[in-house]
């Protein structure tokens, strides 16, 4: 049904594609994730300075992604880039205990921007292989993500070089984009299972 579903909308819009930014501190696994989106496999990566742009498809769905430059200096300019965004992707190194609250400012400052007032926002908890890794629902605690109200969100799992839990990420926004299952008959608060939790905006 699903794959009828994906085929027709194809054929409704053949050449829409979708936007997605992604954002979070310098070393936590953008560009990593964006090349393991685009190319299925892990690169070797160097500090991002300005940002790499990439088309990835997901189940018939054609994304635009944006990969930022995460260092403080650059920090500033990702509201640039901001504009007809559908899927901003934060993501998190889950073992970097001493700057959680530096991300926590950061996604205060992207939530309350009025050009993603109707973007969804995925929390990728990256780095997952790492023995120290904080679990999805730390993170979300840390991050105060269920007193989010304006925004639908979710937390997913993940480690970048070995590409677990992207697809499962790319899935719940292929969702919302959608304006499928995700966001119409998700209750308020879902613990899916412990590498994942999603939370609808109240309406
Ligand atoms: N163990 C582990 N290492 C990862 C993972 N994802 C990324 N890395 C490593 O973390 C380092 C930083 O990765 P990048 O993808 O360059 O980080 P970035 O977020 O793009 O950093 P900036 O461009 O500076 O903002 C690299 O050495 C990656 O190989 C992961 O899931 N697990
Ligand atoms: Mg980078």
Same mark, same amino acid.
């Given at each position: 049904m699903g794959q009828l579903f994906s085929v027709f909308w194809n054929l409704w819009f053949p050449n829409k594609e979708y936007k997605i930014v992604m954002v979070g501190l310098?070393?936590?696994?953008?560009?990593?994730?964006l090349y393991r989106?685009?190319?299925?496999?892990?690169?070797?990566?160097? =500090?991002?300075?300005? +940002?790499?742009?990439?088309?990835?498809?997901?189940?018939?769905l054609k994304f635009e992604v944006w990969d930022l430059? %995460?260092?403080?200096?650059?920090?500033?300019?990702?509201?640039?880039?901001?504009?007809?965004?559908?899927a901003i992707i934060m993501v998190i190194d889950s073992t970097d205990r001493a700057r959680i609250s530096v991300v926590k400012n950061e996604l205060a400052s992207l939530?309350?921007?009025?050009?993603?007032?109707?973007?969804?926002i995925l929390v990728m908890a990256n780095k997952q292989d790492l023995k120290d890794a904080m679990p999805p629902a730390e993170l979300s605690e840390a991050l105060a993500? =269920?007193?989010?109200? +304006?925004?639908?969100?979710?937390?997913?799992?993940?480690?970048?070089?070995?590409?677990?839990?992207?697809?499962? %990420?790319?899935?719940?926004i292929s969702q919302h984009v959608r304006?499928?299952?995700?966001?119409?008959?998700?209750?308020?608060?879902?613990?899916?299972?412990p590498q994942t939790i999603t939370q609808q905006p109240a309406s």
């Open positions: 310098d070393n936590a696994g953008k560009t990593t994730t989106l685009h190319l299925g496999q892990a690169v070797s990566t160097n =500090p991002t300075l300005g +940002s790499n742009v990439e088309q990835v498809t997901y189940k018939n430059g %995460g260092q403080a200096n650059m920090r500033p300019s990702w509201v640039q880039y901001y504009k007809h965004t559908d939530l309350s921007h009025d050009h993603l007032k109707g973007a969804a993500l =269920p007193a989010i109200r +304006s925004h639908d969100w979710h937390i997913q799992s993940s480690c970048a070089l070995s590409g677990q839990g992207l697809s499962d %990420g790319l899935e719940w304006g499928g299952p995700a966001s119409s008959t998700t209750p308020a608060q879902k613990i899916t299972s």
